[in-house]
């Protein structure tokens, strides 16, 4: 290769020097030495090694999965870290697919998506780059008498850990790489799958006895871990109220929420089911109870209407909202107001947030036009208000210039 290219350098010198035509008919030439060794580095260059080829398109890094025993299944949230290196499409297989697993719910990538295709749910990408995403699943157990069995086969992964939560009370779990822990245990793969099995606690009668002996377990508060409060307000005067209340308890509790004078109660939700309820001395009372079995969570969602009235060209909206009879460790509030106002928040123990969290999950289902406005507070005790003022929002809506003035006429033309 540099011979040729040495070569090829002394001919394309040779052909130029020919062309005059007292040139050596030999077809020698000479070059200078700074030519010469500037012909040497480009070879050097031509001839230096290129970088290899990435030896692993892309990796998994991370895949931890956590969630909850239930009574004939686990229901996990995995998040997933991975990265991958080479440009073209990429399939990297993420857990394997069996009829065991079901696909709850997966996020929306900038670059990618994720895809049940083939033996694995997997990442598919053309895009080098991280990648960082949380996939909820459900993994139902096996039947063998009343035990449950679960194995979770993995694709390949650097770290991988599964956090199970559940009450010792209510069930037994059986796992060989498993440590436990003071609310559930965690649980490393063997053999790149995750197994394990969970039973009922065994004797109904042998249970009171064993629940003696061991130290009592002090009761779990019921709390409402969020309220989350839609408002939709309307140019007529009416506004739509969803409230749901986020539960946490331990077994069947009473709850009543009180809701402010004023409101008609539409539609009452308890775990997304509905309820015949009416409201009785200015209260909804009924006895909440978690949405699962082993599962603490619960929900309670009300259904309300309003007519304080029509808007005026400016003033302020009052807001007395809905409270729970549980301490409430986190409220917040979305109100979608009419577009032809501009609004301002004025005072009230729901104060202005960046943003909301996520979407919140009503049972009734209601469109939300209007422009939005977030309000939050933490540690509710007192029956939550706010104050919002508005005005007409003019931006864009009139029409402004200046009225042309007469010429002036000519000194000596006689004009007044």
């Known amino acids: 290769m540099r011979t040729a290219l040495l070569s090829a350098a002394l001919v394309l010198s040779a052909s130029v020097a020919s062309a005059d035509p007292a040139a050596d008919p030999s077809g020698t030439a000479q070059l200078p030495l700074t030519e010469f060794l500037r012909l040497h580095r480009e070879l050097d260059r031509s001839q230096a090694e290129r970088p290899s080829a990435v030896p692993v398109a892309a990796v998994v890094e991370k895949l931890e999965l956590s969630g909850l025993l239930l009574d004939d299944a686990a229901e996990l949230s995995a998040h997933v870290e991975a990265q991958v290196f080479s440009d073209g499409w990429q399939v990297l297989p993420l857990v394997r697919k069996d009829a065991q697993l079901h696909v709850l719910?997966?996020?929306?990538?900038?670059?990618?998506?994720?895809s049940m295709s083939g033996s694995a749910l997997s990442l598919v990408t053309a895009r080098p780059g991280p990648y960082a995403f949380d996939v909820g699943l459900r993994v139902q157990g096996k039947a063998e008498g009343k035990k449950r069995t679960v194995r979770l086969a993995?694709?390949?992964s650097t770290v991988a850990s599964l956090k199970l939560k559940y009450d010792p009370?209510?069930?037994?779990?059986?796992?060989?790489?498993?440590v436990l822990q003071s609310d559930g245990a965690l649980l490393f793969p063997e053999e790149g799958a995750f197994a394990f099995s969970w039973e009922p606690v065994a004797d109904p009668q042998q249970a009171p006895r064993k629940i003696a002996e061991a130290p009592k377990r002090p009761a779990v508060e019921p709390v409402v871990e969020r309220a989350r409060v839609s408002v939709v307000s309307t140019l007529a005067g009416r506004r739509i109220v969803r409230v749901l209340f986020e539960l946490k308890l331990e077994g069947p509790k009473p709850i009543s929420v009180k809701v402010p004078e004023g409101y008609s109660l539409e539609r009452v939700f308890l775990n997304g089911a509905p309820r015949a309820q009416a409201l009785e001395g200015g209260q909804v009372s009924l006895e909440a109870s978690p949405e699962r079995s082993g599962d603490p969570r619960g929900?309670?969602?009300?259904?309300?209407?309003?007519?304080?009235?029509?808007?005026?060209?400016?003033?302020t909206m009052r807001f007395a909202l809905?409270?729970?009879?549980?301490?409430?460790?986190?409220?917040?509030?979305?109100?979608?107001l009419p577009e032809v106002f501009n609004y301002r928040w004025r005072g009230g123990s729901v104060s202005p947030c960046a943003a909301a969290p996520e979407p919140a999950q009503f049972a009734s289902a209601l469109p939300t036009p209007g422009k939005p406005m977030c309000l939050r507070q933490a540690l509710v005790f007192e029956p939550p208000t706010t104050e919002v003022a508005?005005?007409?929002d003019l931006a864009g809506k009139y029409w402004t210039g200046t009225v042309a003035q007469p010429a002036a006429a000519p000194l000596g033309s006689g004009a007044p």
């Open 154 to 156: 993995l694709g390949a």
């Open 322 to 336: 809905p409270s729970a009879s549980w301490r409430t460790d986190e409220y917040v509030v979305e109100l979608h």
């Open 299 to 315: 929900r309670l969602e009300l259904l309300l209407s309003e007519e304080p009235g029509r808007f005026m060209l400016s003033g």
């Open 390 to 392: 508005y005005d007409v």
């Open 169 to 178: 009370a209510l069930f037994r779990l059986e796992a060989r790489n498993a």
């Open 105 to 114: 719910s997966f996020p929306r990538l900038e670059s990618g998506t994720l």
